[in-house]
């Protein structure tokens, strides 16, 4: 199990949101990068950045669950659902609601089951902050997200499991 969970912590994601020079990395599974083409950030507004970074989480999620796939189709772990149990797991899992705020509370995302994601930027943020402080804040509120949906996961897997 030390190697999958090596190669699982290994896994790493660059995606590009649709239409945009807005780019976001996920390297050992919690830790993104969120960056900006040239001038992109400065005609930026938040209604087009909310946008962007939900489906910039959207991608990064498609991207990081086909490689963990890839993964568990490597190793020798069955990871098919074989009973009920297994099923209503699955069922509870994609029902988890997750949430990450960014410490100014500036930038908020919210996501059920790491499918239906949605972004809340508080307006005026991009004309207070420069790129480099709402890249670091998006990366708090992410990072958040991820942690608040892994640790109902884990719980969930406990209630399940044992």
Same mark, same amino acid.
């Given at each position: 199990m030390g190697r *999958?969970?090596?190669? *699982?912590?290994?896994?790493?994601?660059?995606?590009?949101?649709p239409g945009t020079d807005i780019e976001a990395e996920l390297r050992n599974r919690t830790d993104i990068t969120i960056t900006f083409g040239e001038s992109v950030?400065?005609?930026a507004d938040e209604r087009g950045l909310?946008?962007? *970074?939900?489906?910039?989480?959207? *991608?990064?999620?498609?991207?990081w669950l086909r &490689?963990?796939?890839?993964?568990?189709?490597?190793?020798?772990?069955?990871?098919?659902?074989s009973d009920e149990r297994d099923h209503a797991f699955l069922d509870e899992r994609s029902?988890?609601? #997750?949430?990450?705020?960014?410490?100014?509370?500036?930038?908020?995302?919210?996501?059920v089951g790491m499918q239906e994601i949605?972004?809340?930027?508080?307006?005026?943020t991009v004309r207070e902050l420069a790129e480099e &402080?709402?890249? #670091?804040?998006?990366?708090?509120?992410?990072?958040?997200?991820? &942690?608040?949906?892994?640790?109902?996961?884990s719980a969930l897997r406990k209630r399940f499991y044992g």
């Open positions: *999958l969970a090596d190669r *699982l912590d290994g896994i790493r994601v660059r995606v590009r949101a950030y400065e005609f909310e946008r962007s *970074l939900a489906a910039l989480a959207r *991608l990064v999620y498609a991207g &490689q963990y796939r890839a993964a568990i189709d490597e190793s020798a772990l069955d990871i098919t659902p029902k988890i609601e #997750a949430s990450g705020r960014s410490s100014d509370g500036r930038i908020s995302l919210t996501c949605s972004v809340e930027i508080v307006p005026g &402080q709402f890249a #670091a804040r998006a990366k708090e509120a992410v990072t958040i997200l991820i &942690q608040d949906y892994l640790a109902k996961v």
